[in-house]
């Protein structure tokens, strides 16, 4: 058993056992780096730009825009508030959303806001 070893180069004079040189440990840094270069480049950046786009999509809604909430609703924004946004989505007939659930804006009207007459 003993010569086996001394024939595959594990001998005494072998450094802790390990044959072959290459990186060592730099190999394994730079394939880290490598795996996290990847991950960065297709998931978390794709991934940070999507949410930038609809933070500014939820900052660009405007009366009469055509929207679809995340459940599936569609409607028209007919009130806007900080954190709630009210849809029309039959005759007379309108609801409250949180702003975060607005998915998609399905057509874009950009219509000014509803002046309030005293």
Do not use: W
């Amino acid at each position: 058993m003993i010569a086996k070893a001394y024939a595959m180069g594990a001998g005494p004079g072998a450094a802790g056992g390990q044959g072959g040189g290459g990186f060592g440990d730099y190999g394994f840094i730079i394939m880290m780096v490598a795996i996290f270069a990847i991950f960065y480049f297709l998931m978390i950046r794709p991934q940070q730009k999507k949410q930038k786009e609809l933070k500014s999509m939820l900052e660009n809604l405007a009366y009469g825009d055509m929207v679809m909430t995340s459940g599936g609703i569609h409607g028209k924004v007919t009130g806007l508030a900080d954190a709630v946004v009210t849809l029309e989505i039959a005759d007379k007939v309108r609801i409250k959303v949180a702003r975060t659930a607005i998915a998609a804006i399905l057509q874009k009207t950009g219509a000014p806001a509803p002046t309030v007459k005293p």
